[in-house]
């Protein structure tokens, strides 16, 4: 009874299964037990789960021919019969073992078997508590403090890591000091199940609104998006699903009590909030205060904008050390360009002749039918071939035989054009992988190949910020790069399947072989 008085005791002060830790204490017998009358033999214990009787025995397989390993487990049916004569094939035979006398070093080696499993069963229930968590808050009290990565504990016998990337900037937690942290991973290691903490991620800021907002954990506020500069500024878009409530008003309290909160919390960290809207341009109107916004220009292909300001105001908009423009482009997912009205009339011009200058060469037109397609919004030779005749001939000015020549003209100069790719791809050696790869101009791979790119594993191999350097700023933007390097390497993972395919089938073939040969 004492056994089991101790499983209930241990089950109760680690959270576990009684039944784990009984089974734990079976195999430190059975071990205690093989090590008394040998490691060969094939021992089992049961503690009987009412009263706590141990009993120990041995268990020999009757067998055709005993095997020389297995010798002490195994016994053939001749030698059965003369113990039980009515034994069969694969039947056991068990014989009860007297209790055992544990020794010091037997009794060791059952506690560190009893351990081990209570230590394993233990981490076992710690995962399965915490795995559905990811996204909570939960608070804790410091631990321990290594090299800036802190150690929580988080209750339930639980301990949560906190690494030094992850704290706020200029935040030293002390032993025995209660935190507030968000848990945004849980693995299970080697070491056992890992809960890896932060109090710089953007989710944090938003379960602290959640807290201190009920309107936000009713749902009648969401949070669209949220961008941090921990411990120093961030920027968070609110909509209100209910007419009559201001979200940012309900996010701010009374006097600011909510969001002061919030920013007590994280150590003074300042935050502007936002009113979402899904028009983007008044979106980052907002987003870019205390400056104010003169014109928003869009390029929704590439998903960049350029946010003209007034003169005075450009410092305003990108904030210190880009600050308040970068959280603006986090928040909206957006690449922002801040510029005064002189630079932006500037970048137009510009614009506006490198088109002129390519529609007039390319097309052989004269200016005035180039500014007429500039004014439609075509930039390149590629739109104008992909644009219908009729939608072309729709321009003021032009009819279906000017759109028609228009197209023809783009067809024949794209053509040179991919001549003059096949020309300059002998000259540089560029490889026809690269060369027919879909998304990149002849221009493009021309200025890959002049950078010693010339093969799609060239390509595969260079860095997004690399493969955007090369081909000049505004051609791509990070997003389209690194899509652009994904597909590159699409071949790596095709040609590791096919590898893995003929391992099988070379596998396969000799015993094809054999089984045709007889």
């Known amino acids: 009874m004492e056994l089991l008085q101790v499983s209930d005791a241990v089950a109760r002060e680690k959270n576990i299964d009684r039944e784990i830790v009984i089974t734990a204490m079976e195999e430190a017998i059975q071990k205690a037990g093989r090590s008394k009358y040998g490691h060969d033999h094939d021992i089992r214990a049961q503690i009987d789960r009412k009263n706590g009787d141990i009993t120990l025995r041995r268990y020999r397989e009757v067998v055709e021919a005993v095997d020389e390993e297995e010798e002490m487990k195994q016994l053939t049916l001749d030698e059965a019969k003369r113990i039980k004569p009515d034994a069969a094939l694969g039947e056991f035979l068990i014989d009860d073992l007297p209790p055992l006398d544990f020794g010091r070093i037997a009794a060791q080696t059952a506690k560190q078997v009893?351990?081990?499993?209570?230590?394993?069963?233990?981490?076992?229930?710690?995962?399965?508590?915490?795995?559905?968590?990811?996204?909570?808050?939960?608070?804790?009290?410091?631990?321990?403090?290594?090299?800036?990565?802190?150690?929580?504990?988080?209750?339930?016998?639980?301990?949560?890591?906190?690494?030094?990337?992850?704290?706020?900037?200029?935040?030293?937690?002390?032993?025995?000091?209660?935190?507030?942290?968000?848990?945004?991973?849980?693995?299970?290691?080697q070491r056992g199940p890992q809960i890896f903490l932060s109090r710089t991620h953007p989710d944090f800021m938003a379960k602290l609104f959640a807290q201190e907002v009920p309107e936000i954990y009713d749902g009648i506020i969401e949070i669209k998006a949220v961008a941090r500069d921990p411990g120093s500024r961030a920027k968070i878009a609110v909509l209100s699903r209910d007419g009559s409530i201001d979200p940012v008003g309900a996010c701010v309290g009374m006097r600011g009590s909510r969001v002061q909160a919030v920013v007590n919390e994280l150590q003074g960290e300042k935050i502007d909030i936002i009113p979402w809207t899904e028009d983007i341009a008044s979106f980052m109107i907002q987003a870019l205060a205390p400056a104010v916004v003169a014109k928003v220009v869009l390029d929704e292909e590439r998903q960049r904008m350029d946010v003209v300001v007034p003169e005075d105001q450009p410092s305003l908009?990108?904030?210190?050390?880009?600050?308040?423009?970068?959280?603006?482009?986090?928040?909206?997912?957006?690449?922002?360009?801040?510029?005064?009205?002189?630079?932006?009339?500037?970048?137009?011009?510009?614009?506006?002749?490198?088109?002129?200058?390519?529609?007039?060469?390319?097309?052989?037109?004269?200016?005035?039918?180039?500014?007429?397609?500039?004014?439609?919004?075509?930039?390149?030779?590629?739109?104008?071939?992909?644009?219908?005749?009729?939608?072309?001939?729709?321009?003021?000015?032009?009819?279906?035989?000017?759109?028609?020549?228009?197209?023809?003209?783009?067809?024949?100069?794209?053509?040179?054009?991919?001549?003059?790719?096949?020309?300059?791809?002998?000259?540089?050696?560029?490889?026809?992988?690269?060369?027919?790869?879909?998304?990149?101009?002849?221009?493009?791979?021309?200025?890959?190949?002049?950078?010693?790119?010339?093969?799609?594993?060239?390509?595969?191999?260079?860095?997004?910020?690399?493969?955007?350097?090369?081909?000049?700023?505004?051609?791509?933007?990070?997003?389209?790069?690194?899509?652009?390097?994904?597909?590159?390497?699409?071949?790596?993972?095709?040609?590791?399947?096919?590898?893995?395919?003929?391992?099988?089938?070379?596998?396969?073939?000799?015993?094809?072989?054999?089984?045709?040969?007889?």
């Not at 808050?137 to 631990?143: D, H, Q």
């Not at 090299?147 to 906190?162: F, S």
């Open 114 to 189: 009893i351990v081990q499993k209570v230590r394993e069963a233990e981490r076992e229930r710690q995962f399965e508590e915490f795995k559905d968590r990811t996204g909570e808050i939960i608070n804790g009290i410091v631990k321990r403090v290594e090299y800036g990565n802190v150690t929580i504990d988080i209750g339930g016998r639980a301990e949560g890591m906190l690494r030094r990337d992850e704290c706020l900037p200029r935040e030293h937690l002390k032993n025995g000091e209660r935190v507030r942290a968000y848990i945004y991973d849980v693995r299970q290691e």
């Open 317 to 518: 908009a990108i904030g210190r050390r880009g600050q308040n423009v970068r959280l603006a482009s986090m928040l909206s997912g957006w690449d922002i360009d801040i510029m005064t009205e002189e630079e932006e009339a500037n970048k137009r011009a510009e614009e506006f002749k490198f088109r002129s200058e390519l529609f007039i060469g390319a097309l052989d037109v004269d200016d005035v039918i180039a500014h007429l397609l500039i004014a439609e919004g075509f930039r390149s030779i590629e739109e104008i071939v992909e644009t219908p005749v009729d939608e072309l001939a729709a321009i003021e000015g032009f009819d279906e035989d000017v759109a028609a020549e228009l197209i023809n003209r783009a067809n024949v100069w794209l053509e040179a054009k991919a001549e003059e790719l096949k020309e300059k791809q002998k000259e540089l050696g560029l490889k026809d992988d690269l060369v027919e790869f879909e998304g990149l101009t002849p221009d493009q791979i021309i200025r890959l190949g002049e950078n010693e790119v010339k093969t799609l594993d060239d390509l595969a191999d260079l860095a997004t910020d690399e493969l955007v350097e090369i081909l000049g700023e505004g051609a791509l933007k990070l997003a389209q790069a690194e899509d652009i390097i994904m597909r590159a390497r699409a071949h790596w993972f095709e040609d590791e399947d096919t590898q893995d395919d003929n391992t099988e089938e070379e596998g396969e073939a000799p015993a094809a072989d054999i089984a045709s040969h007889g």
